[in-house]
């Protein structure tokens, strides 16, 4: 029976597909799998520069283009396009075998012989100029890509031909072009997949097997429609080697940090090292917490683990996030606990001079709470990270009456806060024999309190393996700063970035990294994030920036955008409509049901199949959608002028919020997959590109 093998094109051009076109395609390779002689389903074409390359008919105009082995039964399925456009695909491209890392490899052979006729010396300095034949030789760049290669000027004419060659070469190109060192993409792009054994060109189904993270291999009809139907199967098999070998390292020294921008994979290679720790060890009951920031975060992990993990493996894993086991921790010894919102918190709080109470709230949260500040000796040698506005010691001492006196009052009258509870959690597990768990696996960890992370470092005794931590500095929405080392967490020697976005198209990314402007972003090691490298291998249609003079105009066109997202085949819950506030996105709501859109708010649970979702940038965090509509992105909604400290209050506490904001636009941005659009009434927003 013949197997088949999915490459990862094929699985992003199939969600594209109308319906009726994908319940074809399924029908066709539901045959062509369960067929024993597979190859009397495939048409072969004239005029091939690769015989090895077949066609499999889905309807009269539909094709399936296919590899088809010189022997054996694996083969793998690429793309499925229009008649002509599959033929002229197929006519144009060769497939190889890498002799470095032995993947499968494909190219444009026909476009990049056109390229080198047409490329004279360069009159610059070449791109590459600095690496040597023998060093892109070693890293797995044939001759044929090299020559290509020493033809490039510049960053832009390389991006030209990533159509061309093979996904994995332009990989190294790319990051030696943002100059990161030799002996760095060798060890982070090349060394993870490297086989274990000795490499034979001419054996398609060993290189398709070893092209784990852009070729999936299905053992019959039933694993084929579990991959087509579930995006979590997707995360089983295309796993990157780079995310693989984080995932699976058998053992870490001690706590571990892998972070990277959005849609690298972070919380895929979370899930799968959960996965790893629940299989390859003989662990109790719940002994394995997999936790993040938010509730709705959580859940979403619960379902994904729900999916990936066997029964035995479930078993020892807890899914919580950070508050809720806090407060079950908090619940146990002292029983009922009252959360007080922000509004009773700065009700509480004083006009103390020249201080406001957000002032006071801020540096209760951001000195006294960050640091565990019990006395006034303490406050006043506190350090007061993110914090601008400096204080001498008699207005430290003046601050420190009214914060005591604060502390005081809520303990008197039995309130709590989330981070007052996470610390007093950190308090009873410390004073526990031993802590609760054997491993603690943390997603989204940008946006966690230092409350929170002493919460987390009484959770696991040190030692090997101990917490695993996945996160993005770049996408800190909540203003927390935390040095890992001051609680007692070290991550040195273990830390990896991811650079590859799988998500979101090489458009939509460029521009939304515009939107970081060029302010530096501090990680959680004393030191700082960057982007460098950062890249999606994905393309399509630019973002769409779209004007409007007044709310109705700018309602009506977006109306207008997603009945057109739709008649192209996106079905209404992959789109998505967000607002920086929750009355923002309700009231472009009622613009959309006015023209005859139904909508749904984004945390709704069980939402109308034909409804549109709406809701906030913060409610964007861990989803994506196929195309998002960021919407009144104006410079009197955006930046939120409630979150904004005043200059004259904190200016360094004021840059900080902006670039939150920031932080929160880029985000919203990077959700899309496909699509991207934003628009606005009166004045564009300072923080949307020009």
Request: charged share 25%; net charge negative; aromatic share 6%.
């Amino acid at each position: 029976m013949p197997q088949l093998a999915v490459g990862v094109d094929f699985l992003a051009e199939f969600a594209k597909l109308q319906p009726p076109v994908r319940r074809q395609t399924v029908e066709a390779l539901t045959k062509f799998s369960e067929h024993t002689h597979a190859g009397l389903h495939l048409e072969k074409l004239a005029n091939m520069r690769d015989e090895r390359v077949r066609t499999i008919r889905i309807t009269d105009y539909w094709r399936g283009v296919v590899l088809a082995p010189a022997s054996g039964d694996r083969y793998v399925l690429l793309r499925v396009m229009g008649h002509d456009e599959a033929v002229e695909w197929a006519q144009r491209r060769v497939f190889s075998v890498n002799e470095v890392s032995g993947v499968l490899e494909v190219r444009d052979v026909a476009a990049i012989e056109e390229l080198a006729e047409r490329e004279t010396a360069p009159a610059a300095e070449p791109l590459f100029a600095k690496v040597g034949d023998n060093e892109l030789s070693t890293l797995g760049v044939d001759v044929q890509v090299r020559r290509l290669a020493r033809t490039l000027t510049d960053v832009d004419a390389l991006a030209a031909i990533e159509p061309f060659v093979p996904a994995n070469q332009y990989e190294v190109l790319f990051w030696l072009a943002e100059g990161i060192p030799v002996e760095q993409v060798w060890a982070d792009v090349v060394a993870p997949r490297l086989p274990d054994g000795p490499i034979d060109k001419e054996d398609v189904s060993a290189a398709a097997e070893r092209s784990r993270g852009r070729i999936a291999l299905v053992d019959g009809p039933d694993d084929l429609m579990a991959l087509l139907d579930k995006p979590l199967a997707l995360w089983r098999v295309f796993l990157h080697p780079t995310q693989e070998e984080l995932a699976y390292r058998p053992s870490y020294a001690g706590s571990a940090q892998v972070t990277g921008g959005p849609g690298t994979g972070k919380t895929v290679v979370a899930l799968h090292r959960v996965k790893h720790l629940a299989s390859s060890r003989e662990l109790p009951r719940g002994s394995i917490l997999l936790t993040t920031f938010t509730r709705g975060l959580a859940e979403s992990l619960e379902l994904d683990v729900e999916t990936l993990l066997d029964t035995e493996q479930r078993r020892a894993v807890q899914v919580l996030n950070v508050d809720r086991w806090a407060l079950g921790v908090v619940r146990a010894e002292h029983g009922t606990v009252t959360i007080a919102d922000d509004e009773q918190l700065r009700g509480r709080l004083p006009q103390a001079g020249p201080f406001t109470p957000a002032f006071l709230l801020d540096e209760w949260r951001q000195v006294v709470l960050a640091n565990a500040v019990t006395t006034g000796e303490e406050y006043l040698t506190a350090p007061r990270r993110g914090r601008g506005k400096g204080l001498g010691r008699p207005q430290k001492q003046q601050v420190w009456a009214v914060l005591r006196e604060f502390a005081e009052g809520l303990r008197r009258d039995r309130l709590w806060t989330f981070l007052t509870v996470a610390d007093e959690a950190a308090r009873l597990l410390a004073a526990r024999p031993s802590p609760p768990f054997r491993h603690v696996v943390v997603d989204e960890i940008q946006d966690l309190h230092p409350a929170q992370w002493r919460l987390l470092r009484a959770a696991v005794a040190p030692g090997p393996d101990d917490l695993f931590l996945t996160g993005d500095p770049h996408q800190r929405i909540y203003g927390n700063h935390v040095s890992l080392q001051k609680v007692g967490i070290g991550v040195r020697g273990r830390s990896a970035q991811l650079r590859l976005n799988y998500r979101t198209t090489a458009e939509i990314l460029h521009w939304s990294m515009r939107v970081l402007g060029d302010a530096t972003v501090a990680d959680l090691d004393d030191g700082y994030d960057s982007l460098t490298g950062y890249r999606s291998a994905l393309h399509g249609e630019p973002p769409e920036v779209a004007p409007a003079a007044t709310v109705a105009q700018e309602g009506e066109e977006l109306a207008l955008a997603i009945e057109q997202w739709r008649e192209d085949g996106v079905a209404p819950g992959d789109i998505v409509v967000v607002a920086r506030t929750l009355a923002l996105a309700r009231g472009v709501a009622k613009e959309l049901k006015r023209h005859g859109v139904r909508t749904a708010e984004l945390r709704d649970e069980r939402p109308p199949a034909d409804a549109v979702r709406v809701g906030t940038m913060h409610g964007m965090k861990g989803l994506e959608f196929r195309c998002v509509a960021i919407v009144a992105a104006s410079e009197r909604n955006l930046p939120h002028r409630r979150s904004i400290t005043p200059v004259a209050e904190d200016p360094v506490r004021h840059a900080l919020d902006v670039r939150q904001e920031r932080c929160l636009l880029f985000v919203a941005c990077t959700r899309a997959r496909e699509r991207l659009r934003v628009s606005w009434s009166g004045t564009a927003s300072e923080l949307v590109p020009a």
